[in-house]
C-alpha cells in the first residue's frame, strides 16, 4: 500500500494529559478511601448525572446489559410477558428479555435513523405486553413523540434502551427521561466511557428508583431481609469517580463527533460519493438538517437525521449492492482504516432465538440495513488528516468496488 496511515475505528488511549492527571488523581482518592463498592463516589455520580439527563433519579448499576435487566426487573417482566423491541440493535436489547423469560417481540425499522418505526409498533402490541423498549441507536432518539403516544393509549409502560445515547435530545428532553425508566450503558466505547464496565437507570419514579435500588443489592430490604430477588448489579466507586472527571468533558467530546459527522457528510456528498437517505418524503426539511444535498447522488446512503440532538455515538452508512459494502470494508482495512458492523445479524435471526420462529424476510428493513451497513471511524479526537484519509479511502472504494 502506499498510504500507511493508519485510522483506528476508535482509540482510547488518546486522553489529554489534563484528564489523565484528573483520573489519577481520582483513582488514588478511591484508593485511599478504603471503600471500593457503592459509596459517596456513586451517591455523587448518581445526582450529577440525574442532572445531565434532567430526571429526577439515577441509579448506577454495573453495565448497561445489568441497566436493561433490572429495569425490566423491576417492572415485573416475566415468563408470559411480552416485551416489544427493534430487532435493528445490539443483543443485550432482547437478550435481557430473554434472560427473564419473556418474550422478545420484534419491530422493523426506519432506514433513515436506523431506529424503531413507530407505523410498525401498534401491530407488534397484544394483550401480553409488558413493555415497549425502544432503543436510541448510534446516538439518536427514537420517534419519541409517536412511540409513547401508542404505548400509552395501550396502557403500556416504556423502558427506554439509551445505552448509545448520553445527552441525545428529541424535541427538547433527554434521553432517559421518556419511558418510565431509561438505561444507559458507560462501556469504553460509549461516549461516556468507562475504564471497565458501568451502567445507569434513570426515571422519574421513586418507587422504582426504589425498587431498582434494592434490586441492585439481591433485593434485600433490609439487608439479608428479601421480599424480592434482585442480583449483584453493583458499581465500583472506582467506576463512579472516573466517569465524574470524564462526565463534566462530555459535551464538549460530543460536539467534536458532530464535527466529524458533519466533515464527513459535506467531503462524501460534495464528491458526489454519498447521498442522504431519502426513504421517508413525508420527513419534509427537517431531512436535510446536515445542509447536505438530499438529491446528490453517490451510491454511500448517509444516516438522515430529523432534528434533535444526535450525540454521534457511532457514524454509521449504507452501501448497497450484492457483497459491495464487504469490498468497501476490506479495501479500508487495506487503507489500514477501521470500520464495523452494527449489526450484521438482525436480532430476529439469531440462532438462540430460533424458536421464535422467524425468518429471513420478516423484517425486510433491518435486514437490509444489516447487510449494508458501516461504521467508520467518529471518535472525538480524530484529526483532520485522518478524516481526510478516510474519505478519499472511501471514495477510492466505491469507484474500485462499482458492479
Ligand atoms: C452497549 C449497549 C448495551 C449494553 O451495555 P453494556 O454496558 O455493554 O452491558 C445495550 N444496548 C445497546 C443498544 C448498547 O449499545
Not at 176 to 186: E, H, I, M, P, R
Not at 203 to 227: C, F, I, S
Not at 287 to 293: H, K, T
Not at 359 to 381: K, N, Q, T
Request: with cysteine; proline share 5%.
Amino acid at each position: 500500500m502506499t498510504d500507511v496511515k493508519r485510522v483506528p475505528l476508535l482509540d482510547l488511549t488518546r486522553i489529554e494529559p489534563a484528564m489523565t492527571e484528573q483520573l489519577e488523581h481520582a483513582f488514588r482518592r478511591v484508593l485511599s478511601s478504603g471503600h471500593y463498592i457503592l459509596g459517596k463516589e456513586v451517591e455523587a455520580f448518581e445526582r450529577e448525572c440525574a442532572d445531565y439527563v434532567g430526571c429526577r433519579h439515577a441509579i448506577a448499576v454495573s453495565s448497561g446489559t445489568d441497566a436493561l435487566l433490572v429495569a425490566l426487573m423491576a417492572l415485573g417482566v416475566g415468563p408470559g410477558d411480552e416485551v416489544v423491541c427493534p430487532t435493528y440493535s445490539f443483543f443485550a436489547t432482547a437478550g435481557v428479555v430473554w434472560r427473564l423469560g419473556a418474550r422478545p417481540v420484534f419491530v422493523d425499522s426506519r432506514a433513515r435513523c436506523f431506529n424503531m418505526d413507530p407505523e410498525k409498533l401498534a401491530r407488534a402490541l397484544t394483550p401480553r405486553t409488558k413493555a415497549v423498549m425502544p432503543v436510541h441507536l448510534f446516538g439518536q432518539c427514537a420517534d419519541m413523540t409517536h412511540i409513547c403516544e401508542i404505548a400509552k393509549s395501550r396502557g403500556v409502560p416504556v423502558v427506554e434502551d439509551a445505552a448509545q445515547a448520553l445527552g441525545a435530545e428529541h424535541e427538547g428532553r433527554r434521553a432517559g427521561t421518556f419511558g418510565v425508566l431509561g438505561c444507559f450503558s458507560f462501556f469504553p466505547s460509549k461516549n461516556l466511557g468507562a475504564l471497565g464496565d458501568a451502567g445507569l437507570v434513570t426515571t422519574n419514579d421513586a418507587d422504582l428508583a426504589e425498587t431498582v435500588r434494592v434490586l441492585r443489592v439481591h433485593g434485600g430490604k433490609p439487608k439479608y431481609h428479601h421480599a424480592m430477588v434482585g442480583g449483584n448489579f453493583r458499581i465500583d466507586e472506582l467506576q463512579a469517580a472516573l466517569l465524574r472527571v470524564k462526565l463534566p468533558h462530555l459535551d464538549a467530546a460530543t460536539a467534536r463527533r458532530s464535527a466529524n459527522a458533519d466533515y464527513y457528510t459535506r467531503e462524501l456528498v460534495g464528491r458526489g460519493v454519498a447521498r442522504l437517505c431519502a426513504d421517508e418524503p413525508r420527513c419534509g426539511a427537517t431531512c436535510r438538517a446536515r445542509g447536505a444535498n438530499a438529491g446528490a447522488s453517490g451510491d454511500i446512503v448517509l444516516p438522515n437525521p430529523c432534528g434533535g440532538r444526535h450525540v454521534t455515538n457511532q457514524f454509521v452508512v449504507a452501501i448497497s449492492g450484492e457483497g459491495r459494502r464487504d469490498r468497501v470494508r476490506r479495501f479500508l482495512s487495506d487503507r489500514g482504516i477501521g470500520t464495523e458492523i452494527y449489526y450484521p445479524i438482525p436480532l430476529h435471526l439469531q440462532r438462540c432465538f430460533s424458536e421464535l420462529g422467524h425468518a429471513v424476510g420478516d423484517y425486510p428493513v433491518a435486514e437490509r440495513l444489516a447487510a449494508e451497513s458501516l461504521a467508520l471511524p467518529i471518535f472525538p479526537e480524530l484529526r483532520r488528516d485522518e478524516l481526510d484519509h478516510v474519505v478519499s479511502s472511501l471514495a477510492e472504494a466505491m469507484s474500485a468496488s462499482r458492479p
